[in-house]
């Protein structure tokens, strides 16, 4: 259940909460392009690459194939990969 994970202002909060060290993150680990392959970090980490402006783009690899929560998803990443089961 990830009720709590869907309130905006919840994630809000997280996102602000956790702004300061993924801004060091970005400072200290610059990239052409950013990925993410881990639910908890999806909306802090492109909340931060927003506010700072960053034009690189920020990717999401859903890794969490069986049940995969709502934090996989925010409207503001570039891309979204959900691997399919090969045809």
Do not use: M
Not at 17 to 32: E, V
Request: aromatic residues 16%.
């Amino acid at each position: 259940n990830d009720r709590l994970f869907q309130s905006a202002t919840f994630g809000r909060w997280f996102s602000e909460q956790s702004y300061g060290r993924i801004k060091h993150l970005y400072s200290d680990h610059p990239a052409d392009v950013y990925v993410c392959v881990h639910s908890v970090f999806v909306r802090p980490a492109v909340y931060a690459l927003r506010k700072l402006a960053l034009k690189q783009p920020f990717i999401t690899v859903i890794t969490d194939y069986a049940w995969p929560v709502s934090l996989w998803y925010d409207p503001q990443v570039d891309r979204c990969l959900v691997p399919l089961e090969p045809a």
